[in-house]
């Protein structure tokens, strides 16, 4: 039995997800994003924290938190997780109203599973209540990380701590006011097995020597006051109980964590490219030239109907690789998150695109989401792997079956 | 609930199919075409026969028999059929092997569902053994049967007969010596509504009047003994006992007849695709050039990477189109049918041409199974009903959900 | 003859052209930006005023001046100039260093055909010396300017003056402290022959009733301090000889205009695709990733392959239209005109893109200068005229080849 | 100074040979292709005689003789013959008629170039009159012939013959009747440089020990007469004054034949654009669906305009890469050539496909060329090396620029 649909259970939560980001959250988008404009963009502002705070007391209020959580919330399955991130998809503040928001969920993941009993007093309860954030440092500037064995920032013993000495960038969310911890990889050996000289450790975001460089700009746009922020390490002291696990097991961690957020990001990003679909009917429907609504003109028939194609086709697939995560096998699940991980930003770029396209010039404006939607769906091709990576797990994975046949 | 896997009752019916195609149906491919060559291409040699009515016997011996049907078969849903004959489409023979051919099985629904007992004796009964064949003529040379309420050939009552008069063409499977019953779509008004002047009447395929003109082909292929007949009809008498239903319901007949049929030759290209990617792959890994195996040169990763990801959505939106028709709501799995019909051929289409390339002249030619392949998925972009008219009714049922919402 | 090569006389000016834009202008752009970001976005900083002016002066010094221009500069041809404006492409102040920037240089076309000698006296001259700078108001926000009849902004004769009440968007240049004059297509009539109710009238950009009131941003770039302004016009009052030409004969002046403005762009954009493609390969022979150079990995070497195919046959299809309207007749280089404005943004946004995903996240950052020219060349698919409105151009005067055949 | 144009020269016999073909030749290519059908395929009836020598006597006659030829010809330049060789593109006759055809302009090339004066006097004159054709040999059935080096037909010296032992295949043009001489790529050596080890040998077709296994079929077509024989030589002794050039500099001579005829194919593969772009629009303007013609419906004139677009480009490259072999630095010519061999196939099947699909199931069947014309252009894609082989060249090409640059 394979099971892709929505569960009677799920019915009425999703129903209330959706209202929420519909009703609720979708229509205060603009207002924090105006807020974020006003004063230094880096901190809150009395309304924009009345927003976000006051949008996560209601979920809260209604049993919609840490709904990604299959211990805290409603034990959902991936399965089902994928019809509410889709939702999620479909408002900017919706993943953080239902603290289901990345890196978070992905370093609370790593705090359940790999953390001290004092890691997770200290980070994941706080974590969990959604009182502060976290960010999670991996890529460096001076190398490719889409082969993370390059990974490079220094980690040495010193009695009883690690100094560390580096640099990281794209450290999503570390330009939040209330980002409070850092997962970071270090490298911790230069010998050994290619995959176990790197370590995980855990410190406080204020620990001295820790510098903010400055923010990336996606597109022009800094995204904050999340920000993906160039930090550098120096002469960095942490104590050794915050690495986690021991030293060198860095991959074993980051491969135990990078599942799943990849598949939110995939299920998100269906939500989006529905949005989008959504926004380029509306177009076509109220919008005339030539004397006719734009649906009429042109190929705008055939627009819509791949663009529907092509949602169909990715959600199925982001539902089998959900499926087959919950099946418990990570290995036989593996190339299908890669699959998704393609496909989903994929299509849901194209389809984006051809929304602005629709909407001409206010398409590419700050008067509709398209254009930002469009440019953090851009990223989805880089994060967590390029696309040529991803392609290249499932061709060997499918080539593997030929030669293992062989023998 | 939407379950798309593999249930526990066809798990042993898609291996025992499986099994056939590969082991016994697909090594006789080749030695049947070269009978074809062998005298007259219409007719059979003894091995030719030999080949396929000994098959058949095989297959109704191992209970695979008239596997399409609800009715006589294994009461399989459509989402359970699509696995068995996404198998049929890895071999030439194998949907006639297991009675599960175009146009038989739509054929053979029509008499089912509205046939009169005479016919049901006369033609049903045959057809479900597997003793006879059938065609179905709809398209005519001189009108776009895109639009089928341009069809043409006149019918016109005189006494207890009707006289057809005018032209048939891509009458598939009117070559074969077998095929025994004809059901041909005709005008038989030019007034009143639109859907309500044409017709459905069955008629025995030596008819005096009729005569096969020639057969049309596909890319140089005619197909034989199979054929797609271009067929002239002149003052051809048929007993107005043979009307199915009753004049001007043709259309409310072809729409009963289409649906399943459409996904039947989608799940098979699913089957195709697979087919296509396996011989890429071997070849990938088999042939060397620059001192290395193709696999491993230039861009072929992400070929075979994306002639998968292609491969799986295809498969999940033919089970869902199939699921939606299990439903039982034939307006709402009508969209669904229409995505798939563009999409299957699509990625068929793609993923063959790209393994001829892998192949080099080979792939073109007589010494794999591609070129064939590629031709006769070629017609499913216009088979019952071209890419663009499928892509209008995806969009229109799109734009619907907006326009309602309206009112 | 069809000479689409650079002739004798334009090679030298090609390779001042050529070095002053690699060795001069282009190490200039990264500060001009970061100047930008330095107090008020819409005024200059010293440095900024330095850097611009001190290129203007070296570009006037070197006899590379108002290159565009038929009548004041070298006097080139349409396809001369085509090889220049293509290394302009590749410095972001290349064009405005050259005094041929958009809109100024439609701008003093239409001054220079079609303005009154008091308008030469007063907005020509010091357009032509570098001093001020112009916009050209077309588009409005509630209409389809797809479809340019149906611009609205009143225009109301009142004794001698004119008065104009309604909006514009996307000025272009219109938040330059420097721009002094607007060109404003309005409405004068609403009767009459559809392309004959519409006037062209030129005004001070200090005009009181004229309000800005925001910056268009272009994937959250505002592009200060250029920028597309949103603008407001009140009971604004323009004496009646700021009228061009007359009332009603707007679109005779805009269709005078908009040719070799969609050409500039066009010629650019090849050089923004060959800035890409440079960008791309020497970041795919530096990088490492897997023990080998980036060029060397997956399908890497099609994309580089591939880009250079697009390239070259955007550029000859830049030159033929160039070509075209070098040869005189507007009319049968129109279709050539919207060949080109839809090819080249295509390619140039195609090839921008994969040079994206070659560096990483790097590439969306403000660390290369791809994620803002992938931002401006996403507007020119916009801009003077979507796509499908030169599609629609292109397909019918196909469609008329064969139409007046028949006659 | 490029000049792409039509020559003044070139003007009337442009004219003359476009007039020829639409009005002499393209009219009885279905009924030559009518003629292959009685009788053996692989001999000529004598109406099948009559049409084709009778067109080749009106060529002749019109001075329309060896225009591909620079020395016997008009010493038509290779940008000249471009334009003639795309009116040759449409009809199948064509070539031939103008004596313009493949592989016997290569080979008579060889002759000219690297024959002694015995293989002129007994193959070059008969091949420049039209009496006889000739078959190249290069490909072998278990070898990839991507990288030529694999060759390995045998070729041993025994006294004064060599001594050849092996298969060849795809060896156009050896099924007519009239092929009188094959040159042979063999192998003569197994050490040495990798480049030196092949020969290229010229034969009688009917010399001892050569057997034709068999007509090697494209899409299901033999392409009798013509045809692409399968070929197998036991023993076959040749004298050694055969050989080419002498041993070791088969690749040599092939690198001399190949430029030239890789242009040819590309020259006619826009024709066939061209002519399907023609089929295209008159289909989409004389037929009707939902009572308007095809051509106003959904996207049509988007694939309309889109084919304009790529033809023109194309035919730009073509002649680009014409112009760099008229400059006679082969070297430089090279990428060029390279680059029209994968975009002019590319470009004319996608056209031919999107034209097969307005016509519906008559495109896909021997009512119309396209079919034809689509399994012709597919073979291009492998010819003279497949596209991967040609991308990689011009990649290479253009990383050269980059790594020399280092230096």
């Given at each position: 039995m394979m099971d892709l649909g929505i569960s009677q259970r799920l019915h009425p939560i999703r129903e209330a997800v959706a209202a929420m980001v519909r009703d609720e959250i979708a229509p205060l988008d603009a207002e924090y994003f105006a807020e974020v404009?006003?004063?230094?963009?880096w901190s809150f502002t009395p309304r924009q924290r009345e927003i976000i705070e006051g949008l996560k007391a209601k979920a809260k209020a209604a049993g919609?938190?840490?709904?990604?959580?299959?211990?805290?919330?409603?034990?959902?399955?991936t399965v089902e997780y994928a019809y509410l991130a889709e939702e999620m998809?479909?408002?900017?503040l919706a993943p953080e109203t239902f603290n289901c928001n990345a890196p978070d969920t992905g370093n609370m993941e790593v705090f359940e599973k790999y953390g001290t009993d004092p890691m997770k007093d200290r980070w994941l309860k706080p974590l969990l209540a959604g009182e502060i954030r976290s960010a999670y440092l991996m890529t460096e500037?001076?190398?490719?990380?889409?082969?993370?064995?390059?990974?490079?920032l220094s980690c040495v013993r010193d009695g009883d701590d690690y100094v560390l000495n580096g640099e990281k960038w794209w450290?999503?969310?570390?330009?939040?006011?209330?980002?409070?911890v850092y997962i970071v990889m270090v490298r911790?050996?230069?010998?050994?097995?290619k995959h176990q000289q790197h370590s995980m450790i855990v410190m406080p975001s204020?620990?001295?020597?820790?510098?903010?460089?400055r923010a990336m700009e996606v597109y022009g746009d800094?995204?904050?006051?999340h920000g993906h922020m160039h930090i550098r390490f120096t002469d960095v002291r942490v104590p050794?109980?915050?690495?986690?696990?021991?030293?060198?097991?860095g991959f074993e961690i980051s491969q135990g964590r990078l599942g799943p957020g990849r598949i939110h990001h995939c299920m998100r990003a269906i939500g989006m490219a529905e949005k989008a679909l959504a926004l380029m009917i509306r177009r076509s429907l109220s919008r005339e030239a030539f004397g006719k609504?734009?649906?009429?003109?042109?190929g705008n028939y055939d627009y819509i109907a791949n663009a529907r194609m092509q949602i169909e086709q990715a959600r199925l697939l982001c539902l089998k690789a959900a499926w087959m995560m919950d099946q418990g096998d990570a290995r036989a699940a593996a190339p299908w998150i890669s699959q998704i991980k393609v496909e989903a930003p994929r299509i849901a770029l194209e389809i984006t695109d051809q929304a602005v396209q629709m909407f001409g010039a206010q398409g590419i404006?700050?008067?509709?989401?398209l254009a930002r939607q469009w440019a953090h769906l851009r990223t989805l091709r880089l994060a967590d792997g390029p696309d040529a990576v991803h392609r290249r797990q499932v061709a060997r994975a499918e080539l593997r079956k030929y030669t293992q046949e062989k023998v």
């Open positions: 404009e006003v004063g230094d963009r919609l938190w840490n709904l990604w959580s299959p211990v805290t919330g409603h034990a959902l399955s998809g479909k408002a900017h500037p001076d190398v490719a990380s889409s082969d993370a064995t390059n990974i490079a450290a999503t969310g570390a330009g939040d006011p209330r980002c409070a911790t050996a230069h010998e050994g097995p204020d620990t001295p020597g820790i510098e903010k460089l800094d995204e904050a006051p050794v109980e915050n690495m986690l696990l021991g030293e060198g097991r609504p734009l649906a009429q003109l042109g404006s700050q008067d509709t989401p």
